[in-house]
Every structure is written in C-alpha cells, then in structure tokens.
C-alpha cells in the first residue's frame, strides 16, 4: 500500500477535524479510493455521533468502510443496529475512563498531594508511590514576594509592576515553564500575568482543585479549548500532605 494512503493521528479520537483524517476523508468525498480499513471502530472515532458521520460519508460515496476487528459488511438493520452498539460502548469507555481519572485526581487532592499542573514559585516533586507534591522554587518565590510587596507597599498597579519586571530582566512564568514552547515574546512580563498572581490564594496557603472547567473552542467545537470558571462552591482545596 503506498505511504500516502496510510493515515495516522496523533491527536484525541474526540476531535472530528484530524489533519489525517481531513486527507482521509477528501480521497472519499473525491471518490479516489475503494475503501477505508481501521483496525478498529475507536481508531476512526470514540464519539458516536462523529462515528455515525464518518460512516454515513463513506457510504454516500460509495466506499467500504472495513474494520478489522468488526469485519461483518451487513448493511441490514440488524448489521447496522450491531455496528452502532459497539460504537456506543467505544464512546460509553471513554467517559468511564474519563470519569475514573477524574475521581482519581479528587482523591489525590483530598489526600493532600497535587493532580498536576504547575504554580509559579512552586516546583513539583514527581509522585513516588502516592502522588506528587509542591515544595518552594526560592528565586520564583522571591519574584513574588516583590509583586506582592510592590502592589501593597509601594501601592503599584498591576501595569507598573509588569513594567518594572520586564526591565529589570526577569524570567516570565512561561519562560520557566519546562518543555513549552514560548510563543510570545521573551522577558515581556504582562498585566494578566501579574494579576494571575496576585490573585492566585496558593500563596497565602490554599490551593484550590478544579477551579475551572473546559469548554468548546469558538472556531472548532469540536474540541474543549477554553476555559470557564466554575462557582467556588464546586472547588476542591487541597490538604496539605504529611511529606510536605
């Protein structure tokens, strides 16, 4: 078979609009090939209605759709009503897994230890046998003790102090972040960082869980990529564990 028409994503089987699933799905709309073969049901989607889609527009155009896993071609009812069952389980498998992750991570929390994530003038001890843990970066720490003490002492607003980090050639949260890829502008400390700060209560002792939620993108609804935050009663703080 020839390398252009083998397909493989990277990306999260949720997303409908996969660059390789793109291409794939332009040689059937353009009716160049005779079949699409996965070797299962999931590697193609893991939502039911995305999956119903995709086989529907294979279908239209005339093009067999063959998973390995699941080889039966019976378009009857009962064919068809077999194919959706399995889909629906695919889908039904990975809100458990969902569900079960998040569970996870709220016992964490409640046992004291971090789900993840990273907090400025904090570094994270990777997890041993429990989970992981903060313990103080002194130089980001000693960072924000001057964003804390110039906005109450010196009575600076949140533009001055982003001004003054900026100048004096501070390192920017995203600039000490491991393994990002920085796409603005180095040293370029901004007001909505600062304010993340002074407003983040891990630093007068409470760490806070499942502040915020995903939500769909604008652009593509397809995929959760914003953020909405969740009432405060809905927040989990987190104890503080005994290896502290």
Known sequence: MPQEY??????????LYRPQLTQLRT??????????IVYDADRLSRVLAHTLFLRDE??????????????????SPEGQLQANILATFTEFERLKILRRTEDG?????????????????YRQVPPKDKGAYYVVCDEEAAVVRRIFEWYTTEDLS????????????????????????????????HQSAVAQILTNESYVGTMYYGKKTRIDGLTDT????RYQWLDREHWLPVARAPDY
Not at 27 to 36: C, D
């Open 105 to 121: 991570r709220r016992r964490r929390v409640k046992a004291g230890y971090v789900p993840g994530g990273r907090t400025y003038g």
């Open 6 to 15: 083998i397909f493989r994503d990277d990306m999260s089987g949720t997303v």
């Open 58 to 75: 294979c279908h239209q155009a005339g093009v067999v759709l063959h998973v390995v896993t699941a080889p039966s071609r019976d378009m």
């Open 222 to 225: 397809a995929r959760k990529t």
């Open 158 to 189: 949140q533009e001055s102090i982003a001004r003054r980090l900026t100048e004096d050639g501070v390192p920017t949260p995203g600039e000490c972040r491991p393994g990002t890829v920085y796409r603005l502008e180095a040293r370029v400390w």
């Open 27 to 36: 040689l059937v709309a353009q009716h160049l090939i005779q079949a699409v």
